[in-house]
């Protein structure tokens, strides 16, 4: 068992920033990409972002493309997401997600590819 707590969410005004964290216990967190999903009022779970177990490679969906960034701390048992430039449009609950990989450079980019999710965290951004 992983257990994902996410903090940092809030409301902010459309250009600001907030930085999202996800802190992981249980089984050894560097066995694992971490990625963030976002649901919207009214709409379905979606991609956010994704860092391998090593941190070498990352992606991202194409709306957090220069945006949102995605990083982890393997010592902390920590991953977390940047978020600048923030609109209206990226309200939402955050979740971030653990996904078991055998290597080091390897992603999971849907929601199905992942074995534990945390509670979320809401984040609202003002017009």
């Known amino acids: 068992q992983v257990q994902l707590v996410e903090s940092g969410g809030g409301l902010v005004q459309a250009g600001g920033s907030l930085r999202l964290s996800c802190a992981a216990s249980?089984?050894?967190?560097?066995?694992?990409?971490m990625g963030w999903f976002r649901q919207p009022p009214g709409k379905g779970r979606e991609f956010v972002a994704v860092?391998?177990?090593?941190?070498?490679?990352?992606d991202y969906a194409d709306f957090a493309k220069g945006r949102f960034t995605i990083s982890r701390d393997n010592a902390k048992n920590t991953v977390y997401l940047q978020m600048n430039s923030l609109k209206p449009e990226d309200t939402a609950v955050y979740y971030c997600?653990?996904?078991?990989?055998?290597?080091?450079?390897?992603?999971?980019?849907?929601?199905?590819?992942?074995?534990?999710w945390g509670q979320g965290t809401q984040v609202t951004v003002s017009s």
């Open positions: 997600a653990a996904g078991y990989t055998r290597h080091g450079l390897q992603i999971r980019t849907t929601a199905q590819e992942y074995d534990y």
């Open positions: 249980g089984r050894t967190f560097s066995n694992y990409a």
């Open positions: 860092i391998s177990r090593s941190g070498g490679n990352t």
